[in-house]
Structure formats: structure tokens, C-alpha cells
């Protein structure tokens, strides 16, 4: 055994001795990788590892094959850590996107990511709605008006009253049905406040007497 000497797909370029053992470095001509392999073992194996992987993960002709919205168009023939091929995808929407194989001919991935954000879009719309249709009753939405603290750039910090500076008095005001509703100028900031407490009452018993 000897430099140059070749076993199956492996060429010997180098040699050395590693305690008891001899080892030799060899090119795979199957896929140029260079490797230290045991002298012993040569006359065993094929090649450097690469056929294994090979035969347990053949390329597939995809080209212009449908997985949900993805065309695979064109291999890349870059393969991932798991040895499956990676392929250049359409996706519906227009984006290009390189997916491995094995992840399309499962079905695990489907689109370059918009069919997820389109999920996410009508999600919202669902979960809007379904606020909508509990909170909100003759144009008037009731998680807002049972709300009691002040609304945040409030400087009164009372909900439903606010300072009026040219009468220099609480004004006491509500919305209801899409209406807007001042009840009143108030030198108090309490009888304001009352104010507003006794039209908010007044108006949920009526939509709990619609409803």
C-alpha cells in the first residue's frame, strides 16, 4: 500500500503511522472530499461516507411540481445538515424562496410564510369581531363606557369631566349610540363627576333593557 494506490472511489495522498495503526489520507472521486480513513478499513468501503448519504437521500426530479403555493422551479444543489436537497421555489404570492425537499414533499411547508401571515390577518378580523358583537350594542361599545378610569392626557383626571377654560367650570359630558351628550357646566368637579356617573347608569340599564 502505497501513495497513489486507489481503492473503489478513494486515492491514497498521504500516509502515516498513529501508534499501532497506519491511517492514509484519501480523495473520494465520488465527491472530492479529502479524509483520514485506517489502512485496514480500505478494502471495505466504497467511498468517504458521501454514497451512503446518497443513496438514502436521492435527488427527485420536482421541476414545476405544486406543493401548496410553492413551484419547485429549480434544484440548487446545496444540501441541508440532514443530507435532503434544497430546492429554489414560487411561491403564489411572487417571493422566491429555497426550501428543502423533504419539507415540501411532506407538506410542512406550503407557502414562503404568507399563508401564516394570513392566518395571523383574518385571526384579528375574527377576534374583532367577536369584540364587536359582545361589546358593542346599538353603536354604543360597553366595555368603553363601563370603563371608569380617565382617559390618559385627562386634566381633570375624572373620566367624563373636563375643564373649560372660557366658562371656567367642570364640564360633565358622555357619548352614547354614536351621540355626544354635555350635561352640564359645574363650579364642583364632584357634582360633575356625579354628573356623568348618573347618565352612564341611566344609559346601560337601557341597553340592558334592549338587550
Not at 76 to 92: E, P, R
Request: charged share 35%; glycine share 6%; hydrophobic share 30%.
Amino acid at each position: 500500500m502505497k501513495i497513489g494506490d486507489k481503492f473503489e472511489n478513494l486515492t491514497i495522498l498521504d500516509m502515516e503511522q498513529r501508534n499501532s495503526r497506519k491511517y492514509c489520507l484519501c480523495k473520494c472521486g465520488n465527491c472530492g472530499n479529502e479524509k483520514w480513513i485506517r489502512a485496514d478499513s480500505l478494502k471495505r468501503i466504497k467511498a468517504c461516507g458521501c454514497m451512503k448519504s446518497n443513496t438514502q437521500f436521492k435527488q427527485n426530479d420536482l421541476t414545476n411540481k405544486k406543493f401548496g403555493r410553492l413551484t419547485a422551479i429549480k434544484s440548487t444543489s446545496k444540501k441541508a445538515k440532514s443530507g435532503h436537497y434544497i430546492w429554489t421555489c414560487q411561491c403564489d404570492c411572487g417571493n422566491k424562496i429555497e426550501i428543502i425537499e423533504s419539507s415540501l414533499t411532506t407538506g410542512k411547508t406550503r407557502s414562503c410564510g404568507c399563508l401564516q401571515k394570513e392566518a395571523i390577518r383574518e385571526n384579528m378580523k375574527l377576534a374583532a369581531k367577536a369584540n364587536k358583537e359582545k361589546n358593542i350594542i346599538d353603536n354604543t361599545n360597553l366595555a368603553l363606557l363601563k370603563k371608569t378610569e380617565a382617559y390618559p392626557n385627562s386634566k381633570t383626571k375624572v373620566r367624563g369631566v373636563s375643564w373649560d377654560k372660557e366658562k371656567r367650570k367642570y364640564c360633565a359630558q358622555i357619548d352614547f349610540k354614536k351621540r355626544h351628550y354635555c350635561l352640564g357646566y359645574f363650579d364642583d368637579i364632584k357634582e360633575a363627576e356625579e354628573a356623568y356617573k348618573s347618565a352612564k347608569e341611566k344609559f346601560l340599564k337601557e341597553i340592558n333593557i334592549n338587550t
